[in-house]
């Protein structure tokens, strides 16, 4: 379900007990948009290339929020800006991750990385199977970006 739609459920409760005003739908997209292109600059100045894939709905296309490359490597990113001290990864969006990769078939070291932006800090967190995840802003990065080749 996209925010777009949460919000337009009316005056029936969310999951949390209230609706998203529209105003805090773009607020929240734009904290998004905002950490997708922060780490863009930081993949390209560690010298990978490195895209934003822009895509404002939910997608059944496999697309992640940032993809790099850099000699023989190709990483997806999924990037999260959560307000919260905890940043969840759907089953769904994860398996986009390596449905994406799949399609990449001359790259042979592939890498599928959930990515939180909280407050004045980055935590990483390279995945190897679909599933739920989680991120805790207290929890540090399993992956540095600089050490990946």
Not at 16 to 37: D, N, S, W
Not at 59 to 84: M, Q, W
Not at 127 to 146: F, T
Request: glycine content about 4%.
């Amino acid at each position: 379900m996209s925010l777009r739609e949460i919000a337009a459920r009316g005056k029936r409760k969310g999951r949390r007990g209230r609706i998203l005003t529209p105003k805090e739908i773009r607020r929240m997209k734009k904290r998004g948009y905002q950490a997708e292109r922060e780490l863009v600059k930081r993949l390209r100045d560690l010298g990978f290339k490195s895209v934003r894939i822009p895509v404002s709905a939910p997608s059944s296309e496999p697309l992640p929020d940032v993809f790099a490359t850099r000699g023989e490597c190709i990483i997806a990113f999924e990037v999260k800006a959560p307000n919260a001290s905890r940043a969840y990864f759907p089953r769904e969006q994860v398996e986009k991750l390596f449905s994406f990769l799949e399609m990449f078939e001359n790259y042979p070291v592939k890498l599928a990385i959930l990515a939180a932006k909280f407050p004045y800090k980055w935590v990483f967190k390279k995945i190897d199977s679909v599933n739920d995840y989680s991120i805790h802003r207290s929890e540090g990065s399993n992956i540095a970006l600089e050490a990946i080749n």
